[in-house]
């Protein structure tokens, strides 16, 4: 490659994907039996094909899951709670959803199954044309100090909620009131049918009447989460350090079990602490190559090899739910992104199998826009746009694409005065932990005459900063794209085309009628409607035609996680705290005890949720 710095990169991922390879012969030689190299089904989609003709990373992938010993952690712990356990994370994307119901009570919450949510403080409930919902409530159940929870709390806080709503949904603009029936049934009267209600209330957490008198009710652009420490909310952890909001953090924050909890979902861990602050080459360093350190990160997937060679560490992958989040900034960026054919120019200079199966290692799912089929009924919705993505391809057919999509290019840049001998220069926004991606895309660019130069800040928030208040034209530094971690908060689609409601401070698009309509009909609709995936496919080809966003690929979630850890990721930005345990051998527990050799040898690849239902049965 031509860029020294973007060179090093593909070198390194190719060398993981060998390296897994060489582990995987390894193994099976020391097996005695006759070693069957053939991968059986891997976690890829078909179309996902790979760039080499003999063993590729993402072959290596899919023959790794047969490497290594069996992980026995999960045998050896009883769902039991452990005093003096402790387990520590890092969290560098959207930490405020990843932890919320952690510490939080809701009426629902989300859940890996086909709806997405499950009760959570209430029971059951009845709706009337999605319009009026009636909810019964759970009895026994109690905020962290003490005071019950009822009828009541949920009618203050609703109350605070429309004081100073979030905005992110359309929510805010349709709840009308709610109403007691008796101390444990509540009515919620909207002004209109609302689809996605239930998925709404998976964010309306409650507090106790001291948070409220002291802070009130969210009113921000992000999810909720509490503004300080204490016994506020009504969740299986307390916040007793520190703060974690979508828009303020401390670098690090501390959570105690309730020992009070009135759910199922009982804590198993004593003290969970969550670091959002640190470099992700410092996180894998720490969860990698050091006990007690780290005990579950997120790694770049370039680390796998190292994930499955470290003594303290093993590999854990899932497929998600989640997206990058590329904006191209149409509200006061260059002239150049304003330009729908130079848009379309850079989505289509990506070589998105090339940039997931040598950059993203496999571990990921090929999506014409930024929208996880993984999602409901989703891929029934793409599936329905084959014969329209076919006829694109076939534009270039048996022609140079990269000359194509240059002479796109220079015609701009002779159309306003500038001279294509030299590159158009676009600028982008990104965070540190998705440098790996920002440089290939410069790379990608580069080959169409293009100069991305990158703007490198430390964390999420301050990407926050900029394209919050770009909306309003009220960005306090210039950027053309920008990218961020659009980790599935919702569990349903809107978490991905909300980006595209105009005149948002989660979007960079301008006033558009056309997407107002496909954002309000997208809240609008159950997704049991018959019309809700014709709804989606159009959405879908729409913002493609129009590019938009910058796609990519939708990715895996990959962490690394203590050996002596029982965690099972989920397909969305959650990360269930409630579910962790440790065993007896966890550093918290064995104190100054050796960790034994035997368990120091690499592990086999746990790959979670790749059997997940996406339709119902019926």
């Known amino acids: 490659m031509n860029d020294k710095k973007n060179s090093s990169h593909w070198p390194k991922v190719l060398l993981s994907g060998m390296l897994i390879l060489a582990m995987t012969a390894f193994f099976l030689i020391a097996g005695s039996k006759e070693p069957d190299l053939k991968p059986t089904a891997g976690p890829m989609q078909d179309d996902a094909v790979a760039l080499l003709e003999n063993e590729t990373p993402l072959e290596s992938a899919k023959i790794s899951r047969t490497i290594g010993i069996e992980d026995t952690a999960p045998q050896r712990v009883n769902g039991k709670f452990k005093k003096g356990s402790h387990v520590k994370l890092f969290l560098p994307s959207l930490p405020y959803v990843a932890i919320t119901h952690s510490i939080n009570g809701t009426l629902v919450r989300p859940a890996n199954n086909v709806r997405g949510w499950e009760y959570d403080v209430a029971e059951s409930h009845t709706h009337i044309d999605n319009?009026?919902?009636?909810?019964?409530?759970?009895?026994?159940?109690?905020?962290?100090?003490?005071?019950?929870?009822?009828?009541?709390?949920?009618?203050?806080?609703?109350?605070h909620f429309k004081e100073k709503p979030f905005t992110y949904t359309k929510l805010y603009r349709i709840y009308d009131r709610t109403e007691k029936i008796d101390d444990y049934t509540v009515r919620l009267i909207l002004t209109e049918p609302n689809g996605v209600f239930l998925h709404d209330l998976t964010n309306l957490p409650f507090y106790t009447k001291a948070y409220l008198d002291k802070f009130g009710w969210n009113g921000k652009n992000?999810?909720?989460?509490?503004?300080?420490?204490?016994?506020?909310?009504?969740?299986?952890?307390?916040?007793?350090?520190?703060?974690?909001?979508?828009?303020?953090?401390?670098?690090?924050?501390?959570?105690?079990?309730?020992?009070?909890y009135w759910g199922k979902a009982l804590p198993k861990v004593e003290t969970i602490t969550i670091y959002t602050g640190l470099k992700m080459a410092e996180a894998a360093d720490l969860v990698l190559n050091h006990e007690g350190e780290i005990d579950i990160s997120p790694i770049p997937f370039s680390y796998e090899a190292e994930a499955v060679l470290s003594e303290f560490s093993k590999l854990t992958v899932s497929p998600s739910t989640n997206h990058y989040a590329v904006h191209f900034n149409l509200v006061n960026g260059c002239k150049a992104i304003a330009d729908d054919k130079i848009r379309y120019a850079?989505?289509?200079?990506?070589?998105?199998?090339?940039?997931?199966?040598?950059?993203?290692?496999?571990?990921?799912?090929?999506?014409?826009t930024m929208i996880s089929p993984h999602?409901?009924?989703?891929?029934?919705?793409?599936?329905?746009?084959?014969?329209?993505?076919?006829?694109?391809?076939?534009?270039?057919?048996?022609?140079?694409?990269?000359e194509i999509l240059k002479q796109i290019v220079s015609d701009f840049q002779l159309r306003n005065g500038l001279d294509p001998k030299?590159?158009?220069?676009?600028?982008?926004?990104?965070?540190?932990?998705?440098?790996?991606?920002?440089?290939?895309?410069?790379?990608?660019?580069?080959?169409?005459?293009?100069?991305?130069?990158?703007?490198?800040?430390?964390?999420?928030?301050?990407?926050?900063?900029?394209?919050?208040?770009?909306?309003?034209?009220?960005?306090?530094?210039?950027?053309?794209?920008?990218?961020?971690?659009?980790?599935?908060?919702?569990?349903?689609?809107?978490?991905?085309?909300f980006v595209y409601r105009p005149n948002d401070a989660w979007s960079s698009l301008p006033s558009n009628p056309k997407l107002t309509e496909f954002c309000d009909k997208l809240l609008e609709v159950s997704v049991d409607s018959e019309g809700y995936t014709a709804l989606i496919r159009s959405f879908i080809k729409y913002v493609y035609q129009n590019n938009y966003m910058l796609f990519l690929p939708n990715p895996h979630v990959v962490y690394a996680v203590n050996k002596e850890v029982v965690f099972h990721p989920r397909t969305s930005s959650i990360v269930p705290l409630w579910e962790l345990e440790v065993t007896d051998l966890h550093w918290s527990l064995r104190k100054d005890n050796k960790y034994p050799d035997s368990l120091k040898k690499p592990y086999k690849i746990s790959r979670k949720n790749f059997k997940l239902k996406t339709t119902d049965d019926k």
């Open 222 to 260: 992000v999810c909720a989460n509490l503004a300080e420490p204490g016994p506020y909310a009504l969740g299986p952890y307390i916040l007793v350090e520190g703060y974690l909001e979508g828009d303020r953090s401390t670098p690090k924050v501390v959570l105690k079990a309730n020992p009070h």
């Open 131 to 159: 319009r009026i919902f009636e909810f019964k409530l759970k009895k026994g159940v109690r905020f962290h100090d003490g005071t019950p929870f009822n009828a009541d709390a949920v009618l203050l806080n609703m109350k």
């Open 346 to 368: 850079i989505n289509q200079s990506i070589d998105k199998e090339m940039l997931l199966n040598l950059s993203m290692l496999g571990e990921g799912t090929l999506t014409p």
């Open 375 to 402: 999602f409901y009924k989703v891929d029934k919705a793409i599936e329905g746009l084959e014969p329209f993505f076919k006829q694109e391809k076939e534009k270039f057919k048996n022609k140079n694409k990269n």
């Open 422 to 497: 030299y590159p158009l220069e676009i600028s982008m926004l990104v965070q540190e932990s998705f440098l790996f991606l920002a440089k290939d895309i410069q790379f990608f660019l580069s080959q169409i005459n293009i100069k991305l130069n990158l703007d490198v800040v430390k964390d999420e928030k301050s990407v926050f900063k900029q394209l919050f208040p770009t909306h309003k034209n009220a960005n306090d530094k210039h950027w053309d794209i920008l990218i961020w971690a659009n980790f599935d908060w919702f569990r349903h689609p809107w978490a991905a085309f």
